[in-house]
C-alpha cells in the first residue's frame, strides 16, 4: 500500500473480491486492442445489467472500483497479458503491443523518478537530511534495452 493512494493501492474490499471471477472471465474475452474497454464503460455495461435483471448487484461499482480490480489483476498476473493504454483495458496479442506497453510504463517510471528528484532536491534545499528518502539502485531500470 502506497502511503497517500491508500485508496488505490490498498487490499480490496470484500466487495470488489467478489467481482474478481466476472472481471477476469470478461477481461480474457477482450484479446486485442481492437477490443479495449475503458473503465467507464465496464461500470456503465455492468449497471445497465442490474437495470434489465432488477438486481443491485452493481450498485455500488464505480470507474474507481474498477479500475482498482482491474489493477489488481494486472499486478497479481490474473488475465495474463491485460494491459492498459488511452483505449482502455484489453489483452494484448501481438509483441509490438508489450513493447508499446513496457515502453510507455518505463517513459511513466522515468517521469516520476525525475519529479522524485525535484522532491529530494527541495527537501534538502529546506535544511532536510540528504540521506532520507534515498533508494537503492537495483539495476534494472534498462533490463530491456538488450532486447532491442
Known sequence: MLKGFEDY???????????????????????????AIKGAQIVADLQAR???????????LTVHRAKRILSYMR????????????KGYFVTTTLEELEVYIDSLTGRINAINLLLNTARNNYIGMGGDPAYGQCV????????????
Not at 493501492?9 to 477490443?35: A, C, I, Q
Not at 442490474?50 to 455500488?60: I, L, N, P, S
Open 50 to 60: 442490474d437495470a434489465v435483471d432488477g438486481t443491485k448487484r452493481f450498485e455500488k
Open 137 to 148: 539502485d537495483i539495476g534494472h531500470s534498462d533490463i530491456f534495452s538488450s532486447l532491442s
Open 75 to 86: 499486478v497479481n498476473d490474473m488475465v495474463p497479458g491485460l494491459m492498459a493504454n488511452q
Open 9 to 35: 493501492t490498498g487490499d480490496l474490499t470484500d466487495y470488489e473480491k467478489s467481482l474478481l471471477p466476472l472481471f477476469v472471465k470478461s477481461m480474457k474475452l477482450r484479446r486485442g486492442e481492437k477490443m
